[in-house]
């Protein structure tokens, strides 16, 4: 997988080279785009448990994939089930017939990305073993951008040097903000702000979080797992991408800033930059061109 520092489940880690981000220019009929991708295991774990991918225009013509997930610390096989995770996203993407409706497709990769890290835990001895991963997935078509998340992985919106998320946390004290229990600063100093009410594996079904938001060009879409977005402020990933020289050159000052904050966790990030968009209408849930 490019951009993964390569990890060995029970070896003794030794010194890893510095991951060097992907990245790379694509044009289609209807989206013209840049984009970079990084992951890092951080500078206290020992293997990485967070896992990214994207897929190019295929089955759903003109439309680009990215997926990035993070494996649920204290469950077992954390990077068993990000990697199944993101790669059962784009296998079943790659397959997709056209002209299914965005938010449709992408909500049933999602759910079945969960159907399919489910049943690798059960299979993964005879008792079976509890196996959960957040994802965040977006799906960017025409000038459309639609997100899928579960968990506490975030796709951010960096537009006029404003980092604004599209996605909220599913955790337990942010369901708590949300009904009034607690509030913003509360939640931010509170222990168990990272403990998820929600992941992909532990049941047959999950609530999938879809919004579909319009691009323009110079918009910069961010997705990233917590190991960013909980040790670089929405404000200082927006100036990492504003005063670097590429795509590339951001994600590594993005995963750079968050080792040097913090470092305790895995740390994933990718950018996607739009450079031009078809612009398109809306009817009955399915684009049309504007002329």
Known sequence: MRGIVPHHRGIPAEPLPDPQPTSRRANTSTLELDFAELSDVGRVRGHNEDFLGHAEPGGVEGGWLFAVAD???????????????????????????????????????????????????????????????????????????????????????????NAMAL?????????????????????????????????LGLDLFVNVDVSEHQVTAGDVLLLCSDGLHGAVTPQDMSRAVERSTGLEEAAKRLVDLANENDGRDNVSVQLIRIRNVERVGMYRGRPYKLR
């Open 71 to 161: 494996g649920v610390g204290g469950q077992e096989f954390g990077e068993v089930a990000s990697c199944t995770a993101v790669e059962t996203v784009v296998a079943g993407y790659r397959t997709a017939a056209a002209g299914e409706q965005q938010s449709a497709l992408l909500q049933r990769l999602v759910q079945a990305a969960n159907i399919k890290v489910y049943e690798t835990g059960r299979a993964a001895s005879p008792g079976g073993v509890p196996m959960a991963t957040t994802i965040v997935a977006c799906l960017l078509r025409y000038d459309r951008a639609t997100i899928a998340h579960v968990g506490d992985s975030r796709c951010y919106l960096i537009r006029h040097r």
């Open 167 to 199: 996605t909220r946390d599913h955790t337990v004290v942010n369901d708590q903000v949300r009904l009034g229990v607690m509030s913003a600063k509360e939640a931010a100093k509170a222990e168990t702000r990272h403990v998820l009410s929600r992941s």
